[in-house]
């Protein structure tokens, strides 16, 4: 028996909290990553070599539902695998193994941002780029702890003098008024710099594109940033004005990061292997673009 599942069914208005989608979109997620599964299955056993027939071995423990329950309410909650397996019923490697293997299915049905949905058209590609120009897009960034890699040197490349810790740091790019992710880079060293990475993103846009961002990316080229006191000097009414108008639109961007940051992984002390981090973090993006409504499976 899932307790976590069981509860959900009885409870659907439950499902967000839990999960971090509402009940319909994890019914419509179980059917998508069902499909892919059955897929893969089919595709796998193409390339065997039987000498048993089909259907021997061990039974699974858990139902797709459960697996798939499973996957995201570590994604939401992030409980320790001993945890996640006693509230699933299973040992804590097969919570692990379960884990590991929807992440795979997830990150291909979840698409993170609008740009990854229709990379793989170019013509769509470039008649989303020449639609974004008719907006100014929201930019910013974010870091994640994450534990202190034990080479001296490699450590070193890490410690955000900022948050006085060591950091991963990641950087949304996101519709006006928070309606969709339209790009995301993931997993550089903490102490980058924001100016540095927009640069690198901004090569994925329209020459002409806009954004808006904080007084990090000042020095940027098509992005409005604060007005920045200078020394000694007080910012004009003027100028004051239009930091408060700035902020007003740039404030869904973080309420862009805010949704990513529902997710638990997203936003603790990340503790799993560090090579699965990139992956985990694009997940968690599509699950917020589901969540929001901008993506539809």
């Known amino acids: 028996m899932c307790i976590v599942l069981d509860y959900i069914q009885k409870y659907p208005l439950r499902a967000k909290q839990i999960l971090g989608i509402n009940y319909e979109q994890f019914q419509s997620l179980l059917k998508a990553a069902a499909e892919k599964h059955l897929k893969m299955k089919k595709e796998n056993e193409k390339q065997k070599v039987r000498i048993n027939s089909p259907g021997g071995g061990r039974k699974e423990l858990l139902s797709t539902s459960e697996q798939i329950c499973l996957c995201l309410f570590y994604l939401r909650q992030i409980p320790t695998f001993e945890i996640l397996g006693m509230l699933f019923s299973v040992s804590k490697s097969e919570a692990n193994a379960t884990f590991h293997y929807w992440r795979k299915i997830l990150r291909e049905i979840l698409p993170c941002s609008l740009l990854e949905q229709v990379g793989d058209q170019e013509g769509d590609l470039i008649i989303v780029q020449e639609i974004l120009t008719s907006f100014k897009l929201l930019v910013d960034s974010v870091e994640q702890p994450i534990d202190r890699p034990s080479d001296n040197e490699e ?21 006006p008024e928070a309606k969709d992710i339209v790009d995301i880079e993931v997993g550089f060293p903490g102490p980058t710099a924001d100016i540095n990475l927009f640069r690198q993103q901004q090569t994925k846009f329209d020459e002409g594109q806009e954004f808006e961002g904080d007084k990090g990316y000042q020095g940027g080229n098509n992005i409005t940033t604060p007005h920045k006191k200078k020394r000694n000097q007080k910012l004009s009414d003027q100028q004051k004005e239009e930091n408060k108008v700035l902020s007003s639109k740039r404030i869904f961007v ?11 992984i997203a936003s603790q002390r990340f503790r799993l292997n560090s090579d699965v981090y990139k992956q985990i973090i694009l997940i968690v993006c599509g699950l917020v673009r589901l969540r929001i409504g901008a993506l539809v499976l």
């Open 254 to 264: 973080e309420h862009l990061i805010r949704m990513i940051k529902i997710f638990q």
């Open 155 to 175: 450590q070193k490349k890490f410690f955000s003098g900022k948050k006085k810790q060591h950091t991963l740091k990641s950087q949304v790019v996101g519709l």
